[in-house]
């Protein structure tokens, strides 16, 4: 297991920008990124394989989000654009200890705390 620490969260009106960062105490493999709202089950919303390449989002967040790594700093991105209130959650980073990327919270053993966006109309 690695420590994630995130970061990048906060209040943005819809329509604006984030870009999250979850940097990793160590190496690490495929990488995930799942939100969390009041009330609701924790989600998946991105993953990236370990070393890059394959990428994979949910259908509410294609096209907006974009996940990216940068091994060389241990870091993962999540590029959030054309945020919208829906969007408001807790956003966790994640990572198992496996190259191949997932979308299922179970298949990860490593988690961040959390850092909250808020997206207001």
């Known amino acids: 297991q690695v420590q994630l620490v995130e970061s990048g969260g906060g209040l943005v009106q819809a329509g604006g920008s984030l870009r999250l960062s979850c940097a990793a105490s160590?190496?690490?493999?495929?990488m995930g990124w799942f939100r969390q709202a009041p009330g609701k089950e924790r989600e998946f919303v991105a993953t990236i394989r370990g070393s890059g390449g394959n990428t994979y989002y949910a259908d509410s967040v294609k096209g907006r989000f974009t996940i990216s790594r940068d091994d060389a700093k241990n870091t993962v991105y999540l590029q959030m654009l054309s945020l919208k209130p829906e969007d408001t959650a807790v956003y966790y980073c994640?990572?198992?200890?496996?190259?191949?990327?997932?979308?299922?919270?179970?298949?990860?053993?490593?988690w961040g705390q959390g850092t909250q966006v808020t997206v207001s109309s």
């Open positions: 994640a990572a198992r200890p496996k190259v191949g990327p997932s979308t299922r919270p179970s298949d990860y053993d490593s």
């Open positions: 160590g190496r690490t493999y495929a």
